[in-house]
């Protein structure tokens, strides 16, 4: 048995985000860093831009021709990269979703809970209006009595 505190819904998967999101952009930087290593005349903006379009998989092509060695590192990015793409992006879907969903039964629950206080609320009024009639009408009865 484990002594672990109940999670708060939403916490379990902002941690896997907090970890899926660094582990997709060191992949891009391993790219760009590929990139620059094997090609000499690539820049630095190139070899991020090179990167991030082919693990993003838009295909607009190369920036600048690739050889051999380039082509080969460019199918182990692809290999890489659309895996942490697609694990990253879903994540984030997923996180984003979760917390709609989440605000949307808060809010149900907001309302049942007014609609539950309303209805008390109302209760309260009618036994305060009966207990100031019934007040008033025993002031209006005689103190004393005939005999």
């Known amino acids: 048995m484990t002594n672990r505190e109940p999670s708060i819904p939403g916490v ?3 941690r896997r985000l ?7 952009s060191i992949v891009i930087g391993f790219g ?17 831009y090179q990167s991030v379009v082919t693990i993003s ?4 092509g190369e920036v600048h021709p690739l050889g051999d060695d380039s082509r080969i590192f460019t199918i182990v990015l692809i290999l ?24 949307l039964v808060r809010a149900r629950r907001m309302q049942k809970k007014n609609r539950r206080t309303q209805k008390l609320l109302h209760r309260l009024r009618l036994w ?19 005999r």
């Open 18 to 24: 907090c970890i899926v999101v660094p582990i997709f």
């Open 12 to 14: 379990a998967l902002l």
């Open 32 to 48: 760009a860093f590929g990139y620059k290593l094997l090609e000499d005349e690539i820049s630095w903006v190139d070899a991020i």
């Open 128 to 146: 305060a209006r009966r207990a100031a009639s019934s007040c008033r009408a025993a002031r209006l009865q005689p103190i004393y009595r005939d």
């Open 57 to 60: 998989t838009v295909g607009f």
């Open 80 to 103: 890489l990269g659309v895996s942490a793409f697609t694990y990253t992006f879903s994540t984030l879907g997923e996180y984003i979703v979760a917390s709609e969903f989440r605000g």
